[in-house]
Nanobody, 122 residues
Framework: HVQLVESGGGSVQAGESLNVSCSYS???????MGWFRQAAGKEREWVAT????????QYADSVKDRFTISKGDDGETWYLQMDSLKPEDTAMYSC?????????????????WGQGTQVTVS
């Protein structure tokens, strides 16, 4: 039984920071983990990926240099630090866990998804 639970999120002013975290439990180790977001009326957008073993990170151009993805040592918890937030960052942020090779998060595909946590920037 796989569980992904997000925490954090909330409402902030433009230019402020916010951190969201995700906790994974399941029978298989994660291979790569990440975050997606979906704004009202828009398609889901990949935000960032981190690889459990190497710690390599990847970012969408829209968040590069503003957002930072990181993970705990066990690869079962990961975080998204969001700085210099803009109103266009407002969305439901969902974490994703991929347990198979290759990692396909940047293609919009994941083995498991969290329920999401709302981030609102005004």
């Amino acid at each position: 039984h796989v569980q992904l639970v997000e925490s954090g999120g909330g409402s902030v002013q433009a230019g402020e920071s916010l951190n969201v975290s995700c906790s994974y439990s399941g029978p298989r180790q994660t291979y790569c983990m990440g975050w997606f977001r979906q704004a009202a009326g828009k398609e889901r957008e990949w935000v960032a990926t981190i690889f459990r073993k190497t710690g390599e990170t990847q970012y969408a151009d829209s968040v590069k240099d503003r957002f930072t993805i990181s993970k705990g040592d066990d690869g079962e918890t990961w975080y998204l630090q969001m700085d210099s937030l803009k109103p266009e960052d407002t969305a439901m942020y969902s974490c994703a866990a991929h347990v198979t090779f290759p990692c396909s998060l940047s293609d919009g595909r994941s083995d498991y998804w969290g329920q999401g946590t709302q981030v609102t920037v005004s």
